[in-house]
């Protein structure tokens, strides 16, 4: 099988289809968002098994646990095991036409495994923390995954991201791969490369990941001015107009990596209100008042700063561009299959009511990813495109950067204030007023960064990992999530209430995953008070 092209760029694509997609999370089922496990969201369903990460109902033997670490160890065997087999493979034995394909497309193919290696263990570090680097090590089939590899000592966080930083550079150097997404069209690229490696460095400079370094160390400092530098480096090499992020179907210029699925309708079949045609009934993600309330007025002010103009009893009114583009609320107009729209009816009662079987629990249905014009009684569908890495999650690090070196204000001799290159964001993407740096501390700008980042990352499956990061999570997702009690009155009236809708579980030991029982059987360190 190694001698044929075919197969070899069949295994790489299957290697690709690892990546991780936030449509069908690596922990969860499909269709049903990780934004449950965090105060962006609540599942309709009360049974759904995202809600063991909301009551703390997770230990080392948890099936959603040992999921994600069997996945991406997966990953990194057959990724070893596509470097070794191309490697060593004698071209002797390849017709003539074969040996023109394979070296045409082979040192692209094997960068495109060491991406995938690298980001799967991305994708451990940030769940567990330091895990084991397994070398070269390869297997031939996954049942034959070797518990000897698991033995050895996990390696520091430190370790880890170093190793994936370091195999990031070399890919750079080597310049195998296309430039951007749009150009890959699902695959690896470069400037993917980079980002993985400005994401990670960005977890290098928490203290709470990196326990080797504190808090306004030159260390950390020096972390901080690598992600400044390569953030700017990023937006710099294919600039674009930030906008609006509301084109999911692969043309986006905001994308750097997606995970490309090919005519999908099972994001509205699970996710369109429960009052449409075609809809499942095993639950919807449903976005929380908690996540509608950090969107602010169209003059900038937060809803709840006197003199805002915000209206408790029309309350989505004068709001900013992007909550509308997130969250379906009542009165939204719907067209699904119909010329003719109809309103959204989420009061009690209502054709899409909060009362209704799995109707939405919050008094909100997801809008973000969702095309509200499919017909499902005809199955119809469209191509859709997981964001793996945006770039205003590179604009909100490369503000962050900024504002944790310089403040709000200073350059530090880059050019750019963290103010200036956080205003890209909220006057492009948000249609918010130029902010003025005088007006903000550095603490001030770091909430306001926070808050730009959960508003404008919202369900990119960002908001869980950013909340370790920043050591904040035991503060935000220990805290209740609230829901808007929607009714109408016998005169026709729509009154609108907030109301908690229930108290979360998150403790200090859940900032890491347990690690998975069979592989401390086997020899491995467990993470803190697991």
Known sequence: LWNNPSYINSYIVDLISMM???????????????????????NSNPAAQVQHFNTGNIDPTSEMINRVWNKYYHGIYKANLFLYKTETLNLEHYAPEQKELYLKNIEKYRSEARFLRVMFYYELIKRFGGVVLVGE??????????????????????????????????????????????????????????????????????PYYNTSIEEGSPEQREIWTQVVVLAKEIVNIKPIILGPYNTYNGTSSEVILGYRMQYINFLERINYPIGCEGVYTNGSTNPTQ???????????????????????????????????????????????????PREIEIFTGGRDGMDRYCGTRTGYYLRKYINPWLDLRQDYGENRVWPIFRYADVILLWAEGLNELYGPSETGGTGNSATAILNRLITQSAGLPRLTSSDFTKESLRERIREESFIELAFENQRAWNLRRWGIATEVLNNPVYKMKVTKDSNGIVHYEKEKLEDRYFDERMMLYPIPQRAVNNGLKQNPNW
């Open 20 to 42: 991780p997609n936030g449509f069908s999370p690596d922990e969860l089922d499909q269709g049903i968002f990780y934004a449950n496990a965090t105060d962006e969201a609540e």
């Open 137 to 206: 090590n390869y297997i031939e089939e996954y049942k034959d995954l070797s518990q000897a590899n698991f033995t050895s000592s996990r390696s520091s966080f430190a370790q880890c991201a170093d190793y994936i930083i370091s195999e990031c550079d070399q890919l750079m150097d080597k310049g195998n791969l296309p430039l951007s997404e749009l150009e890959a069209q699902g695959r690896p690229n470069l400037l993917s490369v980079l980002t993985l490696k400005c994401k990670t460095l960005g977890f290098k400079a928490s």
């Open 290 to 340: 908690n996540l509608v309330d950090a969107f602010r007025m169209q003059n900038g002010m937060k809803i709840d700063e006197p003199g805002s103009g915000y209206d408790p009893e029309n309350p989505y009114q004068n709001r900013e561009n992007r909550l509308l583009l997130t969250v379906i609320p009542n009165g939204t107009q719907w067209y699904e299959r119909n010329i003719v």
